[in-house]
Each structure stands twice: as C-alpha cells, then as structure tokens.
C-alpha cells in the first residue's frame, strides 16, 4: 500500500513554455503533499507543502508564481512550471503523507524536466 | 536552522561485509527521522521510520539506530550485497505532517 504517482516520469520543453507534473496518492488520502527538487548529486529541498483545498506554503527564495501548485484533491497535486527556462531543468518529486501517525511520507518516482 | 549531515559521502565494499552509514541532525526537535534509498534517476523508497520516541528499528539485514539527544542516527547493514548499492539519505522531520529536511546523501558500492 501507500504508492505514490506521478506523471510524466520525464519531460523536455522548449525556454518560455509551461510545463504541468501531477503527483497522485493511489491508494491512500492525503492532506498534505510536498514538492520537492534534486539537483544532479545533490540532496532534495523542499519546494512547497500542499494542503487540499487551501493555499500552498512556499520555502523562502521559491517563486509561487513561478512554480504554481494546486492540490484540488485528496488525491492529486500538481506543480506547473510556468515561463520555464533551462535553469529550472531537475528532477522533481512529490510526496503524501499519511494522515495518521507516524505520519510517514511516500514518495514519488520522480520527474526528470529538462528545459531547452 | 536543522541542517542533516551524512557521513560519509561514499562508501565501497566488498560483498559480505557489515556496514555503517552515519547521520547527524543539529536540532534535536523531530518528530521522527527516515532513512530511505534512491537508485540512479529514480524517486525514493523508504527503509524505516524511527519516531522520536524510539530508539532503533529493524527490517530484514538493516537496523535503524537513533540518539535523538545526542542528534545521530547509524544505518546498519548486515551482510552487504551488490544489490544494495544505491545512494541512501537520511531525513528529519520536524513535526506530524511535516516536511523532511534531507542529508546528502551516503553513496554505497558493493562490490561482487
């Protein structure tokens, strides 16, 4: 139990256009979900923590206009990238976590975005 | 600020061998620590989970230890196998519901 999805798995775009991730929860409910990103041979940072049905809270120096999250249900988050430029090329990947304790995280298998 | 330490950054083994990976938190508020895997491109998948409360976790040939006072956490792995290799991080959350703060990471060899 608890997998996690998300979708696509790789993306390549072009500088200027959005891009959309979706980060689904498959066989669980899940208030809250997280975004993260990895550069290549570094650790993952906390973009931002999506609630269903609220607002996203976003880590200091991560543009909420540039990387916009909705989290429309309890099963589904999305970050668009918005305007992307090759700067924003990284593998991006989501977490649920469960709603109960331990409230341990699951997560996704990741997207790897690389903008030209 | 909670900063996670992982030591060290990469190890290479030969099979069989026991093995420790270490991790360091500096704020001993969590709420519980993870330790997962992570292949080359591909997401995460978790080992064990040790609530603050306790003090070591077992699952097949790994055992999760923590010393929430002394903010550290060893991994050990038992009879080591190459398919074992893979990079293993180390997390910390700082309360139910919370975000993880991640170390960067001990990458593993193990040799055949």
């Known amino acids: 139990g608890a997998v996690v999805s998300q979708h696509p798995s790789w993306v390549i775009c072009k500088s200027g256009t959005s891009v959309k991730i979706e980060c689904r929860s498959l066989d669980f409910q899940a208030t809250t979900m997280f975004w993260y990103r990895q550069f290549p041979k570094q650790s993952l940072m906390l973009m931002a923590t999506s609630n269903e049905g609220s607002k996203a809270t976003y880590e200091q120096g991560v543009e909420k206009d540039k990387f916009l999250i909705n989290h429309a249900s309890l099963t589904l988050s999305t970050l668009t990238v918005t305007s992307a430029h090759p700067e924003d090329s990284s593998f991006y990947i989501c977490s649920a976590s469960l709603a109960a304790e331990p409230y341990e995280q699951y997560f996704g298998p990741g997207t790897r975005l690389t903008v030209t | 600020k909670q900063e996670v330490t992982q030591i060290p950054a990469a190890l290479s083994v030969p099979e069989g061998e026991n093995l420790v990976l270490n991790c360091s938190f500096t704020d001993s508020a969590i709420y519980n620590l993870q330790w997962f895997r992570q292949d080359p491109g591909k997401g995460l998948t978790s080992l064990l989970l040790?609530?603050?409360?306790?003090r070591e976790q077992t699952s097949g040939r790994l055992n999760a230890s923590l010393d929430k006072s002394s903010g550290r956490s060893t991994l050990y792995i038992a009879a080591s196998q190459p398919g074992d290799s893979a990079t293993y991080l180390c997390a910390v959350s700082r309360g139910s519901q919370g975000n993880l703060i991640f170390g960067k990471g001990t990458k593993l060899s193990v040799k055949p």
């Open positions: 040790i609530q603050s409360s306790q």
